[in-house]
């Protein structure tokens, strides 16, 4: 319980951060920072559970960050009551170096800024459902992991699966069908995220899983998801350019 108090507490310190909701940049400024996400002021907030990208610039150090988060948090300007309008987001799947970087940043705020005024957690408190959530709760049930062994079976997921637009992620994880999902994939080589969201389909049982449906799979997805592939791979662009040379078809 100690460390979840820790990791909530919010802390006051403006910086511009952008978050690119429904493909459409937003630069906005934090309100307050704590060790799972931001607040960032905005009088057009998103709705709740929704995927967002996040790209910043430490304020301290000057590291340049990107990550995923989900709107766990909303202030409307209609019912604000003296709060600042704005969206509280919990950061997903940070890779080893965004994480150590952030909990860094974080750390040295945490002891050199003041509390921010609203301590709303800016997290999904499992079990605890707040009542302007549980009115809007529908759009992402859950984020399930999907943790291939290896490149080559990553690469099938590329191959095979994406292009037939579903696939299965084993889970114990009980979710309806027609629930929407974030599925969370795990490089097996450099331990980098990708999130993509997807439709239930169905339930398996043995082993357990859940069958799901590709959302917004387009050439830009399978382009996104390529790079994500191919992420730890070192491209030689002299052997490249020597066996164009030769005649020899080389895709890059």
């Not at 319980?1 to 511009?16: G, K, L, T």
């Not at 309100?31 to 998103?46: K, M, Q, R, W």
């Not at 959530?133 to 095979?160: D, Q």
Request: with cysteine; net charge negative; glycine share 6%.
């Amino acid at each position: 319980m100690a460390q979840h108090r820790r990791r909530d507490v919010r802390y006051s310190i403006q910086f511009p951060v952008q978050i690119v909701h429904a493909k459409r940049p937003h630069s906005w400024l934090t309100e307050d920072v704590s060790e799972g996400g931001i607040f960032v002021a905005t009088d057009e907030p998103p709705p709740l559970l929704h995927l967002v990208k996040v790209q910043l610039v430490l304020p301290i150090g000057g590291h340049a960050l990107k990550a995923h988060g989900m709107t766990v948090h909303v202030v409307d300007v209609a019912n604000a009551k003296g709060r600042t309008p704005g969206i509280g987001v919990q950061f997903y799947a940070l890779d080893h170096a965004t994480r150590d970087a952030w909990e860094a940043f974080t750390r040295h705020v945490a002891d050199n800024c003041p509390p921010a005024t609203d301590q709303t957690p800016l997290r999904l408190v499992r079990g605890v459902t707040p009542e302007p959530l549980s009115r809007r709760f529908g759009h992402h049930k859950a984020v399930i992991e999907l943790k291939p062994a290896t490149l080559e079976a990553l690469e099938e997921l590329y191959t095979h699966d994406v292009p037939m637009g579903s696939l299965l992620v084993p889970t114990p994880i009980a979710v309806a069908p027609g629930a929407n999902v974030v599925v969370h994939v795990t490089h097996p080589i450099s331990r980098a995220p990708f999130l993509f969201e997807a439709t239930v389909r169905h339930r398996v049982d043995n082993p357990p899983g859940l069958r799901v449906e590709l959302l917004g799979v387009d050439a830009r997805f399978r382009a996104e998801f390529l790079e994500f592939v191919r992420g730890p791979i070192i491209i030689d662009e002299d052997v490249v350019e020597e066996l164009s040379g030769e005649g020899v078809e080389v895709d890059t």
